[in-house]
């Protein structure tokens, strides 16, 4: 069964760092494309940052809310897609949703995957 399973949410205080992770299980060839959304109570869900492969080069964006604070990053061996999150304010509680196309290896088709979900807490 292929899917995504997000981990490294929790409770940190303004200022602080968390790395979120996104891994990718079962019978896949690669990642295309990922994303991290995220939705606080009563709000949209908004994007966050995205990456996608060139060739050797991964092409990342961020919205601007956490542009110069949070880093994503891909490691091809391990499927595995890190949101890291650095000087952590109160408004970044929400909870983080991993995006991405998965190819898979029976099909060699890419195909839209979502996690569960992990929460971020920022709160003294």
């Known amino acids: 069964q292929v899917q995504l399973v997000e981990s490294g949410g929790g409770l940190v205080q303004p200022g602080g760092s968390l790395r979120l992770s996104c891994a990718a299980s079962?019978?896949?060839?690669?990642?295309?494309?990922a994303a991290w959304y995220r939705q606080a109570p009563g709000n949209q869900r908004d994007l966050v940052a995205t990456?996608?492969?060139?060739?050797?080069?991964?092409?990342?964006n961020y919205a601007d809310f956490v542009k110069g604070r949070f880093t994503i990053s891909r490691d091809n061996a391990k499927n595995t897609v890190y949101l890291q999150m650095n000087s952590l304010k109160p408004d970044d509680t929400a909870v983080y949703y991993c995006?991405?196309?998965?190819?898979?290896?029976?099909?060699?088709?890419?195909?839209?995957?979502w996690g569960q979900g992990t929460q971020v807490t920022v709160s003294s």
């Open positions: 995006n991405a196309d998965l190819r898979l290896i029976a099909t060699m088709a890419s195909h839209d995957y």
């Open positions: 079962g019978s896949i060839f690669s990642i295309d494309y």
């Open positions: 990456i996608r492969s060139g060739g050797r080069t991964n092409y990342a």
